[in-house]
């Protein structure tokens, strides 16, 4: 199977076409990244050229949120399925896909978070929700994150809220406007930005006399490793054209 990566100048994306490379049963194709256009990575040389990738089977898309689109309309005119990294896919994003992407093959899988950790995390988070009265949640990111609230973030608000109602009084008001959060399908999150981060996330529940913390550190970006590799290898395989998250492959 020939993986690309798309924005493999990139921290992920050259992370992810060195991990492919020594992957004995996985062969890296062409990589594409317009801003790293000449630069060697996994001793491959970068392309500009989105059609330089079509003879792949799958491109992992590693890119920004302002071009995500644009790359994976090419992608599949070009019969490539796509496995998406790039973050800011929330509810009217993924509409938006499906719509464009159409009936597979070739199939689109979009990744909020490809730790395994993470994956358990807004599981957890999933079967806590229905016993307690509210919840928010806090993700904290390194300060070159392009986007806020992360994916992550977002897919885990909106896990909770189509399992548990969050509409609630809260008795306090904002004195500088934001200072409660963004609202994601009814649920407060907040995003935080600081060196020395890499990804981490808390999800806060409470209810009468008690609160349940539930929280997933990245260390490391190798911890997102394994589940690259499990989804580009199953990807062609799935039923839908477009799925969202690992859990249909982890069975989580």
């Known amino acids: ?46 392309s500009d050229d989105p059609a330089s990738i079509a003879g792949a089977d799958v491109v992992v898309e590693f890119t920004e949120p302002d071009v995500v689109m644009e790359n994976l309309a090419t992608w599949r005119s ?17 509409a938006r896909l499906r719509t464009q992407w159409g009936s597979g093959p070739p199939n689109c899988l979009v990744v909020p978070n490809f730790s395994i950790g993470a994956v358990v995390m807004m599981r957890l988070a999933e079967i806590a929700a229905p016993h307690f ?20 973030a977002i897919a885990t608000a909106e896990r909770i809220s189509n399992v548990a109602s969050q509409s609630r009084a809260v008795q ?12 994601v399908a009814g649920v407060p999150v907040h995003a935080v930005r600081l060196p020395g981060l890499v ?27 394994p589940g690259v590799l499990a ?13 969202v998250g690992l859990e249909s492959i982890l069975g989580v």
Request: glycine share 12%; aromatic share 2%; no cysteine.
């Open 199 to 225: 990804a981490h996330q808390l999800v806060l529940f409470g209810g009468p006399g008690e609160m349940l913390t539930i929280r997933h550190d990245t260390t490391d970006r190798t911890a997102f490793m």
């Open 78 to 94: 070009l019969g490539l399925s796509a496995v998406v990294g790039t973050s800011g896919f929330d509810a009217d994003r993924v």
């Open 172 to 183: 306090s008001t904002e004195l500088l406007a934001g200072a409660r959060g963004a609202d």
């Open 133 to 152: 009265a509210a919840a928010e949640v806090i993700e904290l990111h390194h300060d070159r994150k392009v986007d806020a609230p992360s994916g992550t």
């Open 1 to 46: 199977m020939i993986i690309s990566v798309s924005g493999a100048g990139g921290r992920m994306g050259s992370l992810v076409a060195g991990t492919v490379a020594v992957s004995p049963d996985l062969e890296l194709g062409p990589l594409y990244d317009p801003h790293h256009s000449g630069a060697m990575v996994a001793g491959q040389r970068i």
């Open 231 to 243: 989804a580009v290898r199953a990807v062609a395989d799935l039923e839908d054209s477009v799925t």
